[in-house]
């Protein structure tokens, strides 16, 4: 069964670096997203992707904040600078165009020191 | 802003027994409806979801029910299962929009 898939799996960083999460989106899925969750908060949407651009993003999707889709494969998510409050789980998703349910990877552990 | 609620954090249900798990919502915009299973160490799993011009879809063992008067729906799993223990996460979408808004989650637990 066709699944998106997220590496790494962890990721360790130290606090003002630069991160790359990178998610290779199942193959016939024109929609891809990055959500995040905070150790004990809610699953929270950051951005969606569709066309090559982005088509909707939250606040917490500033200016820190970059996707991109550098090739017909692969999609990621980069923080610029991070934060100790970055860490958390990101999970990147996929959905059809004329779908309505996204399917998720399994995330990647950030963790900011 | 927690306009998707759930408000039991945990449910213990025997093994054979329904599960019911509750999502309440407050944003009358939302037109769709999805329940996420999540194991922990994994990503959410779709599990079913709903329309907002159904009160009711049916698959296998799970059975989701939507009450849009009362911004209320639930989740029927029967019968339950130990491998349905995991965290439950209702998810609901405006019409038009991109983003999936989350519940807090139900952490369900099938004892033998």
């Known amino acids: 069964e066709p699944e998106v898939t997220q590496t790494p799996s962890h990721q360790v960083t130290q606090m003002g670096q630069e991160v790359i999460l990178r998610c290779v989106p199942i193959s016939n899925h024109l929609y891809f997203y990055w959500y995040r969750q905070i150790l004990g908060q809610k699953v929270e949407f950051l951005v969606s992707f569709y066309n090559n651009e982005i088509s909707e993003k939250s606040e917490i999707f500033d200016d820190q904040f970059s996707v991109e889709r550098p090739d017909g494969s692969n999609f990621t998510l980069k923080i610029r600078s991070t934060k100790l409050e970055d860490s958390a789980m990101y999970f990147c998703?996929?959905?059809?165009?004329?779908?309505?349910?996204?399917?998720f990877g399994q995330g990647t552990r950030l963790t900011v020191v | 802003d927690q306009q998707v609620k759930q408000n039991s954090p945990s449910l213990s249900v025997q093994e054979g027994r329904i599960s019911i798990l509750n999502c309440d919502y407050t944003n009358s915009m939302f037109d769709y409806f999805l329940w996420y299973k999540k194991y922990p160490a994994e990503g959410p799993t779709f599990l079913i979801s709903i329309s907002s011009i159904k009160d009711k879809n049916e698959d296998g063992r799970f059975t989701v029910f939507l009450n849009k008067s009362a911004k209320h729906l639930s989740l029927h799993i029967v019968p339950s299962q130990p491998g349905d223990s995991a965290v439950y996460f209702c998810a609901a979408r405006e019409e038009g929009a991109q983003k999936l808004v989350f519940g807090q989650g139900t952490r369900l637990t099938i004892n033998p």
């Open positions: 998703a996929s959905r059809l165009l004329m779908g309505t349910e996204a399917f």
